[in-house]
């Protein structure tokens, strides 16, 4: 399925590339041919090799929704409700090769996290705030205004893929765990 920013875009006559994997030369050679200045990545869910991110002359920023180093990985948001987190926010970073481990370009205040916020819901909210702070610090990184931060490893976290058995309850657990699973 299309997702909705390929769908946008297609109807804006953007051209937009799907490739499996973006490790193939071949695939290189076809990004390189659009002179991007800079990529922005939101929800990938890869790694992106060397060569790619070297590829936009002001490299491929990543919009995660998290104040990283806090909750790097597949599900930060889906993380933050479980564990009962107050708060969370959004961070644009210069990818590398690591798994959310580049760089801060910007970062939001905190968010709140409503009682009755899904993980559908937040991460929409997210990505919303998310694409303005995106479009703010892409202004910014090109005339140079923002200096990249290197991430405090020692307060880093990493989420972990949700499988099916994740949504298993245990009615040991408290019942407000129980109920952020909803």
Same mark, same amino acid.
Request: charged share 20%.
């Given at each position: 399925?299309?997702?909705?920013?390929?769908?946008?875009?297609?109807?804006?006559?953007?051209?937009?590339?799907? @490739?499996?994997?973006?490790?193939?030369?071949?695939?290189?050679?076809?990004?390189?041919?659009?002179?991007?200045?800079?990529?922005?990545?939101? #929800?990938?869910?890869? $790694?992106?090799?060397?060569?790619?991110?070297?590829?936009?002359?002001?490299?491929?920023?990543?919009?995660?929704? #998290?104040?990283? @180093?806090? %909750?790097?990985?597949?599900?930060?948001? *889906?993380?933050?409700? $479980? !564990?009962?987190?107050? %708060?969370?926010?959004?961070?644009? &970073? $210069?990818?590398?090769?690591? &798994?959310?481990?580049?760089?801060?370009?910007?970062?939001?205040?905190?968010?709140?996290?409503?009682?009755?916020?899904?993980?559908?819901?937040?991460?929409?909210?997210?990505?919303?705030?998310?694409?303005?702070?995106?479009?703010?610090?892409?202004?910014?990184? !090109?005339?140079? *205004?923002?200096? @990249?931060?290197?991430?405090? !490893?020692?307060?880093?976290?990493?989420? =972990?893929?949700?499988?099916?058995?994740?949504?298993?309850?245990?009615? #040991? =657990?408290?019942?407000?765990?129980?109920e952020r699973m909803t």
């Open positions: 399925q299309p997702t909705p920013v390929k769908l946008a875009a297609l109807q804006m006559g953007i051209p937009v590339e799907t @490739p499996a994997t973006l490790r193939p030369p071949e695939v290189h050679e076809r990004l390189a041919r659009y002179g991007a200045d800079v990529f922005a990545v939101a #929800s990938y869910g890869r $790694l992106l090799p060397a060569a790619a991110l070297q590829l936009p002359r002001l490299g491929a920023l990543n919009i995660h929704p #998290s104040l990283l @180093p806090r %909750h790097r990985g597949p599900r930060p948001v *889906a993380t933050a409700i $479980l !564990e009962g987190h107050r %708060h969370t926010g959004v961070t644009v &970073m $210069l990818l590398d090769e690591g &798994m959310d481990t580049g760089p801060l370009l910007a970062q939001t205040d905190p968010v709140p996290i409503d009682s009755n916020d899904t993980t559908g819901v937040l991460t929409r909210k997210l990505f919303e705030i998310g694409a303005e702070l995106l479009v703010a610090t892409l202004e910014k990184w !090109e005339r140079g *205004a923002v200096k @990249p931060r290197p991430q405090d !490893e020692s307060a880093a976290s990493v989420t =972990k893929l949700l499988e099916r058995a994740d949504g298993l309850i245990d009615w #040991s =657990k408290p019942a407000a765990r129980i």
